[in-house]
């Protein structure tokens, strides 16, 4: 299996709703991370997440909020977001989270999910 | 900091005709490299990547991209364009302890029948 999978593909929610994005992959990548992405713009690092844990927030709203319950899962849970918040949300994973310029370095990599697009309404 | 820069913010080629989309990167040693490809509402794809070794790179769906130090650039090539090629196309490079991909701002490729 070489594929991030994202649910959902489409979601639509309300300014006061609580909805949960959600990714898995099984390829055992210890990285995972969320991007964000709006029109026409390339995508932006929100979280990283290495071996389950967060080591990197980029400065991302409270009302975003990452969960990695295992090394195959990472799920975003949203709430109160706002209708500026709406976009395409990536999930990608990684071998691993320092490049080494070794023999491993041949197969690093990040792959991508097909994202989640969210309508804040 | 690593950056990449695409000067390109929109090409439009005829199918069958050869493309070269531009990518210049900003770091002091040689970078990882990475070109990605995005069709409308989907996901990125990985097309290639460059670590070290042959400067010349081949990827996927007859892409390749050729590493030029002399000019700090990255070019990703294909010979002859298909219709199915119009997508948006990122040149991107791992910041930091790579934990960050960093993306360039991306190229519109549009194909003319």
């Known amino acids: 299996d070489t594929e991030v999978t994202q649910t959902p593909k489409h979601l639509v929610m309300g300014m006061t709703n609580k909805k949960s994005l959600k990714c898995e992959q099984h390829m055992g990548h210890r990285a995972m991370y969320w991007y964000k992405q709006k029109a026409k713009k390339p995508p932006e690092l929100m979280f990283v997440?290495?071996?389950?844990?967060?080591?990197i927030n980029e400065s991302v709203p409270s009302r975003f909020s990452p969960e990695c319950p295992n090394s195959s899962l990472l799920n975003l849970h949203l709430h109160a977001l706002q209708p500026e918040d709406s976009a395409l949300y990536l999930c990608?994973?990684?071998?691993?989270?320092?490049?080494?310029?070794?023999?491993?370095?041949?197969?690093?990599?990040?792959?991508f999910g097909s994202g989640t697009r969210l309508t804040v309404v | 900091a690593q950056s990449v820069t695409q000067p390109d913010i929109h090409i439009t080629v005829s199918e069958g005709a050869s493309l070269e989309l531009r990518c210049n990167y900003s770091?002091?040693?040689?970078?990882?490299l990475f070109w990605y490809v995005q069709s409308p509402g989907q996901g990125l794809q990985l097309l290639l990547k460059?670590?070290?070794?042959?400067?010349l790179v081949q990827g996927i769906k007859g892409f390749e991209a050729e590493f030029k130090r002399s000019q700090s650039s990255f070019n990703l090539r294909k010979p002859s364009v298909h219709w199915s090629d119009a997508a948006e196309y990122f040149c991107?490079?791992?910041?930091?302890?790579?934990?960050?991909?960093?993306f360039g701002t991306g190229t519109r490729l549009q194909v003319t029948l």
């Open positions: 997440y290495s071996y389950e844990k967060l080591s």
């Open positions: 770091y002091g040693a040689t970078p990882y």
């Open positions: 990608a994973s990684s071998q691993a989270i320092v490049l080494n310029r070794d023999s491993r370095a041949s197969n690093y990599g990040y792959t």
């Open positions: 460059y670590f070290s070794g042959d400067t």
């Open positions: 991107a490079v791992p910041t930091g302890t790579a934990s960050k991909l960093t």
